[in-house]
């Protein structure tokens, strides 16, 4: 777990090239969005930019990261596999192999039959569908995420495991330690407080909640410690506190508060967890 991704929430109000160019000596590779999260959702546009695709592609290849992967929209029954093709060719042009999805639609049958079809449509361009499981999400806890993956039978489809939404859905260490190495994509590291603190709800929290790991209560270790050791560590920690400093000040907080806590955790492998 040496490697390092910047994951784009992180800087949440930054363009997707500024994150590559933020992510660049901070980072080993750096994940972005290039749709919004509805098809009316104003975020920067990328797909249907050929120029802004470009510029990501460019600042990659000068940054010599990598785009280790993409978020695009939060599929519902408004999206269909036509909304997601160019999302997949763009993904792909840009070199990444793993697009984040999430369910909603609380349908299951009827999503588990819809992420199928985009499995394959991604399968050529061999780019695997990772389902992040979110607790206000149809797909909200890690069974329900491991039954879809199941049901799917994808063999590019697997999950992201976002930490803090793992703990806010009240997984386990222990029950995401009994997952299949196979279905893990990759997974997403913040901290937080130890309950969801008054006042907040989980979507606030997850985009204006997050904290550095170390600085909050969550099992991070045991959670690490239930991760295949290989596993792609990607840091998600959006600090609207920090949106006065420069793109770049915020990705390097973020990349150093993680190398320390990662550093940490390694010397105390195998002792007392968190």
């Known amino acids: 777990m040496e490697r390092l991704t910047l994951g784009w929430l992180t800087l949440f109000d930054a363009p997707p090239a ?44 000068y940054s010599g990261i990598t785009l280790s992967n993409t978020s695009i929209y939060h599929l519902s029954p408004a999206i269909t596999l036509e909304h997601l093709k160019p999302a997949i060719e763009v993904t792909a042009e840009l070199g990444a192999k793993s697009i984040v999805v999430t369910c909603m639609d609380s349908d299951e049958a009827r999503w588990t039959d819809f992420i199928a079809q985009c499995c394959e449509a991604a399968a050529p361009f061999n780019i695997t569908l990772a389902l992040e499981v979110v607790p206000y999400s149809a797909a909200s806890t890690l069974a329900q995420g491991l039954r879809i993956i199941e049901n799917a039978k ?33 997974a997403q590291i913040c901290d937080a407080a130890a309950t969801l603190p008054a006042g907040m709800n989980l979507p606030t929290e997850a985009r204006t909640g997050r904290l550095y790991p170390g600085d909050g209560a969550l099992p991070l270790y045991a959670l690490l410690n239930a991760l295949p050791d290989t596993v792609e560590i990607e840091v998600e920690t959006p600090r609207v506190d920090q949106t006065g400093l420069s793109f770049n000040e915020r990705a390097k907080r973020a990349g150093e508060a993680t190398r320390k806590f990662l550093a940490n955790y390694r010397q105390t492998l195998g002792e007392t967890v968190r």
């Open 18 to 61: 500024d994150v590559v160019t933020a992510a660049s000596g901070n980072f080993d590779a750096v994940g972005l969005r290039i749709t919004g999260r509805t098809l009316d959702d104003d975020y920067f546009p990328v797909i249907n930019d050929p120029a802004a695709v470009r510029e990501i592609h460019r600042r990659l290849a």
């Open 154 to 186: 994808a063999d590019n489809f697997g999950l992201l495991i976002d930490m803090l939404h793992i703990a806010r859905s009240g997984g386990t260490p222990d029950e995401l330690a009994n997952i299949d190495a196979r279905h893990i994509v990759f």
